[in-house]
């Protein structure tokens, strides 16, 4: 029996002789993308007419391919809430192109400035909005910069990379959030002070992970924008979830919808095509040692910290995340840091702040 996956499409074999099961339904993952998939069985009638199950029958009944047709159902999980999200990515608007055009003019070791300048020309929207950051206080040039051709020049390769992914998030960020008491300015900060955090943590103990730092810094807590309509519909429990466990929002979300916002950002990553990396990251955020100690998902953890500590929270303020034990350590980064990288990434934000404001 051949299944064909509703999140990547691959086509993967099913013995149906290998099913005993007494359940309607069976669960499985698909081995290219992990997406959790539920089969609905239809068993037919046997030669008395009465329904079988395999459970139910000889090992030689269950062995017969003709004894059971199953189909595919496009769902997530058996829990219906969680089916009706996973179902849902499948119509999310995808990723702006240009961010995935330029994370691949940015991977070529042969392309040139060049190449990244005329992948923002093509979009006149887009140009306004690089040229506004281009001469924000941010990057020192105010006024400086009156063209693309101009800004790939002074800034350079990486900064007009990441004032594109800037530009062409804006618009996906710039959300508010009713279900997590969220102003669209808030969400939009905070996930600009987790990039510039990410940012200024991967130059301090690994170049090469500047750029996939900054992306998932800045879509780390996209997720949530996907939950919202869910939180809403649901916020009498959340709040009874709160009021009685005291624990963070992202347990919440897997107590009463089934999983948290980083996992579903990172399987909506997936279906983008966005690098494995940037989706492990975004998966283990808040869980880091749930990753096997992949960096990049540790530089996440600690700046999504470092930027609520620098005033960013996006939401009702609270206490302040605690560090998951060992980050440091693996980042090489000292206690007495934080407070200085936190300072940084406030004066990051207020510098570019006036151009956040659409």
């Given at each position: 029996m051949k299944v064909e996956c509703p999140n990547c499409r691959m086509v993967s074999g099913i013995r149906t002789d290998r099913i005993v099961t007494a359940q309607d339904v069976v669960e499985l993952s698909c081995p290219a993308c992990d997406f959790e998939m539920a089969l609905k069985l239809k068993f037919s009638l046997d030669r008395q007419n009465h329904p079988q199950h395999p459970a139910d029958r000889s090992s030689e009944q269950q062995t017969a391919s003709d004894s059971a047709q199953i189909d595919a159902v496009k769902q997530g999980?058996?829990?219906?809430?969680?089916?009706?999200?996973l179902r849902s990515l499948v119509y999310l608007p995808p990723m702006p192109h240009i961010i995935l055009k330029a994370r691949d003019i940015l991977s070529d070791p042969e392309s040139s400035l060049k190449d990244?300048?005329?992948?923002?020309?093509?979009?006149?929207?887009?140009v306004a909005k690089v040229l506004t950051l281009a001469n924000s206080a941010y990057y020192g040039v105010s006024g400086m910069i009156s063209s693309i051709p101009h800004a790939s020049v002074l800034l350079g390769q990486r900064t007009l990379g990441q004032?594109?992914?800037i530009s062409?998030?804006?618009?996906?960020?710039?959300?508010?959030?009713?279900?997590?008491g969220v102003d669209p300015d808030e969400m939009w900060k905070h996930s600009l002070a987790c990039a510039f955090a990410a940012k200024r943590i991967a130059e301090s103990c690994?170049?090469?992970?500047?750029?996939?730092?900054?992306?998932?810094g800045l879509l780390h807590d996209a997720g949530k924008i996907i939950l919202d309509p869910y939180v809403v519909k649901n916020k009498n429990k959340f709040k009874q979830f709160d009021s009685q466990q005291g624990l963070p929002i992202f347990e919440a979300e897997k107590s009463?919808?089934?999983?948290?916002?980083?996992e579903i950002m990172s399987r909506a990553c997936r279906l983008w095509r966005f690098p494995e990396a940037q989706v492990i990251a975004i998966r283990y955020h808040h869980?880091?040692?749930?990753?096997?100690?992949?960096?990049?998902?540790?530089?996440?953890?600690?700046?999504d910290v470092l930027a609520k500590t620098a005033g960013y929270p996006a939401g009702p303020s609270g206490g302040l995340d605690p560090i998951a034990p060992g980050i440091l350590e693996l980042l090489k980064l000292r206690g007495q840091d934080l407070n200085d990288l936190a300072n940084a990434v406030a004066d990051d934000v207020q510098k570019i702040e006036a151009e956040l404001q659409e």
């Open positions: 999980n058996v829990t219906g809430l969680k089916a009706k999200i990244l300048a005329k992948v923002i020309e093509t979009d006149q929207a887009m004032m594109i992914t062409a998030s804006s618009a996906l960020l710039n959300k508010k959030l009713r279900g997590y690994n170049e090469g992970m500047v750029e996939d730092a900054f992306t998932a009463i919808i089934g999983f948290d916002h980083a869980q880091p040692s749930c990753s096997e100690e992949n960096k990049l998902a540790c530089m996440i953890h600690l700046a």
